[in-house]
């Protein structure tokens, strides 16, 4: 426990330089607005719990989405980039426990990080499916961010020094449904074409699924209709927590029709860990699903490049 104080603390210590700042839409972005009462700020309260000793950075009323991207030092870099979308329960997003701390673990990993600041709040939308039956209509405008930040980052891929067949996405909690959708319906855009870059793809090379919500129907405990597995699904790597009060199904159900589809998957469920750690160091196992994660990444290669 010790080594991994250490080490967090060492992390959070290491200077970060500033990110790329990039809208993602060139004017209002398509699809449902966020339901904002006010100007975009950081909603954290002094009673609100504290995470690893700290308060979380939620950022509220975001209505111009962006995405934050943070290059790794050259000498480290592996050509291979990861969409980062923090959770919230589409109300908030947890900005830096999920969202700028995973940035700076990945980027010591050398990938690139690209943080997407997705339209919230839109949980008050509902959780019933949107009239073109990809998405629950409070997810229906993350989605359309996350598809966007996934074109967008395959278009400047050159410029970034990436490879444009190794940018995956990663998600925690709501964060997490969104980038299971966006893995799912990698092959369908969940908006008309904007412009010139909606020509590139939005399917993800590979997910990671951080405790994530919205897949199993909370009556069936089966997986909802508008999740769509194939053989071409992308390779996906959960991590849940039995005890977290999103139900374990959630993975689970995925995990299995990912296994039917031949797709490869790891799923990891830890007996303690309740929801909503991030990276920050706990006395329980599930503190070390990152390192898994990092094994992961390795075994499928995602941190090389291809011939």
């Not at 900005?95 to 690139?112: C, F, I, M, P, R």
Request: glycine residues 8%.
């Amino acid at each position: 426990m010790k080594l991994t104080l250490f080490l967090f603390s060492c992390m959070a210590m290491l200077s970060h330089a500033d990110p790329l700042v990039q809208s993602l839409w060139p004017s209002a972005p398509p699809g449902p607005a966020s339901q904002v009462q006010g100007e975009e700020r950081d909603l954290t309260k002094p009673e609100d719990k504290l995470i690893a000793g700290k308060r979380i950075i939620k950022l509220g009323h975001v209505s111009t989405p962006q995405m934050h991207v943070y290059l790794p030092a050259k000498e480290k870099a592996n050509g291979a980039a990861v969409l980062v979308c923090p959770g919230g329960g589409f109300t908030i997003l947890a900005w830096d426990l999920e969202g700028t701390e995973v940035a700076e673990w990945l980027n010591s990993l050398g990938y690139a990080a690209i943080v997407v600041k997705y339209r919230v709040p839109t949980g008050m939308l509902g959780d019933e499916l949107d009239e073109s039956g990809i998405s629950p209509r409070r997810s229906l405008g993350p989605l359309m961010d996350a598809q966007r930040a996934m074109s967008l980052t395959r278009a400047h891929a050159k410029e970034w020094n990436l490879d444009s067949k190794r940018i995956g996405i990663m998600g925690f909690s709501a964060g997490g449904a969104t980038a299971g959708l966006t893995t799912v319906h990698g092959e369908k855009r969940a908006y008309p074409k904007v412009d010139a870059t909606d020509e590139v793809s939005c399917r993800p090379d590979f997910a990671m699924l951080i405790y994530p919500a919205g897949f199993a129907d909370k009556t069936t405990g089966a997986l909802r209709p508008h999740i769509k597995v194939s053989k071409d699904t992308p390779p996906v790597f959960f991590v849940m927590a039995e005890d977290d009060h999103v139900d374990c199904d959630n993975c689970t159900v995925l995990f299995t029709a990912l296994k039917h589809a031949k797709v490869p998957a790891e799923l990891h469920i830890y007996t303690h860990g309740g929801h909503g750690y991030g990276l920050r160091p706990m006395d329980l196992p599930v503190t070390r699903w990152s390192a898994r994660a990092a094994e992961w990444l390795q075994a499928m290669k995602f941190d090389q490049k291809g011939p």
